[in-house]
């Protein structure tokens, strides 16, 4: 009976969330995407592995002068990704937003904005993004993966690959750590290479488009884009795999639909 229950609850939620699922778009790209799993859940499973990462790192202090710059710059972008929402009459996506800023100490050049608006940058990325201007740039490019449910999309793809579509709390109940796994590597929490590599590079491409809308209506020049994608092309010379390997399109090409996109992006900047 137990087992039948689930499967009733859990055919039921497929069927509700379905339903919703045309009516899920991508801000700008206009893009259907499918979205199974209730954001609601996703801020609160995130909140949970985010202060577990913030205890295994802990993050620079107040006074440092680099982590006063990320918590500066992400205010800046956190305040035009709002004002970009409430003009499109989208601001309900960030209704559990709880927005903060911190910088930790690593090597690794990333970066990363989990559900919820906690937004981590890595001191090994700021050699590359160099200025506020580069900052603002990959925090408005990770910030726009959280506003576009990208990891959502990521990990409804997962769910129904690994378990057939069940929902989130009984996938929690009987595979704990590797539910809680596929949601830390749909946010960029670590890597991972896999059926879905394909469909990431669409989201990188959605996320730099959306980052120099954000980072130009914060007052940054977007046209600072392209050149932190040639720092990091620099930097990774004879390191980055090949591009079907890869959940970035290759270095050419994004700096080439930067460069194209610029225009566009400045149409949104403050008069």
């Given amino acids: 009976m137990k087992k039948q229950n689930t499967l009733f609850r859990t055919v039921l939620w497929i069927v509700a969330v379905s339903l919703a699922v045309s009516c899920s778009r991508v801000p700008v790209t206009n893009r259907k995407q499918m979205n199974l799993v209730p954001e609601s859940e996703l801020v609160a499973m995130s909140l949970t592995s985010y ?40 601001q309900s996506r960030i209704n559990d937003y709880n927005w903060e800023f911190n ?16 937004v981590v940058v890595y001191t090994g990325l ?47 109940s009987n ?6 796994g596929m949601m830390l590597a749909a946010y960029g929490v670590g890597s991972q290479v ?10 990188e491409s959605e996320a730099d488009k959306l980052g120099m809308i954000f980072m130009a209506m914060a007052g940054y020049d977007p046209s600072q884009a392209p050149l932190v994608w040639e720092r990091m092309m620099a930097q990774n010379t004879g390191k980055k795999p090949p591009e079907l390997l890869s959940t970035h ?7 080439a639909d930067l460069r194209n996109y610029v225009n566009e992006a400045r149409k949104y900047a403050k008069k």
Wanted: proline fraction near 6%; include cysteine; hydrophobic fraction near 45%.
């Fill in 249 to 255: 399109p290759c270095d050419e090409k994004r700096i």
């Fill in 51 to 90: 202060q577990a990462f913030l205890k295994e790192n802990p993050p620079l202090p107040a006074s440092n002068v680099q982590a006063q710059l990320v918590k500066k710059t992400g205010a800046k972008i956190a305040e035009a990704v709002k004002e970009f929402l409430t003009r499109n009459k989208m």
């Fill in 175 to 180: 595979q704990p750590a590797e539910t809680r």
């Fill in 126 to 172: 700021l050699p590359v993004t160099k200025d506020e201007a580069g900052l603002a740039f990959v925090m408005g490019h990770e910030i726009a993966h959280a506003v576009a449910r990208h990891g959502n999309e990521r990990m409804s793809q997962q769910l129904v690959a690994a378990t057939g579509g069940i929902a989130l709390d009984v996938a929690m």
């Fill in 194 to 203: 896999g059926i879905l590599l394909p469909f990431s590079r669409l989201h």
């Fill in 103 to 118: 910088l930790v100490e690593s090597k690794e050049l990333n970066a990363w904005c989990m559900p919820g608006g906690k």
